[in-house]
T-cell receptor, first 112, second 114 residues
Framework: GQQVMQIPQYQHVQEGEDFTTYCNSS?????IQWYKQRPGGHPVFLIQ?????EVKKQKRLTFQFGEAKKNSSLHITATQTTDVGTYFCAGRGDTGFQKLVFGTGTRLLVSP | NAGVTQTPKFRVLKTGQSMTLLCAQD?????MYWYRQDPGMGLRLIHY???????AKGEVPDGYNVSRLKKQNFLLGLESAAPSQTSVYFC?????????????FGNGTRLTVT
């Protein structure tokens, strides 16, 4: 079945440093969604990418969908302590009726 | 507008006991889901429902049952709890299963089985 892996599993940065998490799928995706989960909280939807090569920005966050629609990345510029949490990608296969499959997540810790 | 509400927030069970987790949404969403979250394993789909009166198995359905008698409610049952079911359970809903429907999650239920 479809598998979605994320790297790294964990990253600890100093406030102001950049951060990137990568998401890789074993199959081609129709779209990819990104969620953020604060410690002790629940996942919250951030954004969705649909087109091959698509790039979207939300303030300091830049999301990218690969040309082959099998990978994606989230880049945070100049991290802040409010960025702390776990970031999940979630992808849906592009053939037939496919369920959303979540990646394993990247936990980000930001020190002031 | 409360969104997705899960009860209870915490529960401790002994092996073999049963319980039901309740999920309620007030967004008139068709689709509802139950996930479990374990360290290092992300979110895994247990069961889901595409509408009132329907249910389907997800990735890890064994040991769980679900019911969707009303559109706004989705119940997750554990008939005979096992320590392997210690986890955080999240309910989610979406408008549709279409490409552009994000999931709205509840606050989660932390379950410990001893």
């Amino acid at each position: 079945g479809q598998q979605v892996m994320q790297i790294p599993q964990y990253q600890h940065v100093q406030e102001g440093e950049d951060f990137t998490t990568y998401c890789n799928s074993s199959t081609t995706l129709s779209n990819i969604q990104w969620y953020k989960q604060r410690p002790g909280g629940h996942p919250v939807f951030l954004i969705q990418l649909v087109k091959s090569g698509e790039v979207k920005k939300q303030k300091r966050l830049t999301f990218q969908f690969g040309e082959a629609k099998k990978n994606s990345s989230l880049h945070i510029t100049a991290t802040q302590t409010t960025d702390v949490g776990t970031y999940f990608c979630a992808g849906r296969g592009d053939t037939g009726f496919q369920k959303l499959v979540f990646g394993t997540g990247t936990r980000l810790l930001v020190s002031p | 507008n409360a969104g997705v509400t899960q009860t209870p927030k915490f529960r401790v069970l002994k092996t073999g006991q049963s319980m039901t987790l309740l999920c309620a949404q007030d967004m008139n969403h068709e689709y509802m889901y139950w996930y479990r979250q374990d360290p290092g394993m992300g979110l895994r789909l247990i069961h889901y429902s595409v509408g009132e009166g329907t249910t389907a198995k997800g990735e890890v359905p064994d040991g769980y049952n679900v019911s969707r008698l009303k559109k706004q409610n989705f119940l997750l049952g554990l008939e005979s709890a096992a320590p392997s079911q210690t986890s955080v359970y999240f309910c989610a809903s979406s408008y549709s299963e279409g490409r552009r429907s994000p999931l709205h999650f509840g606050n989660g239920t932390r379950l410990t089985v001893t």
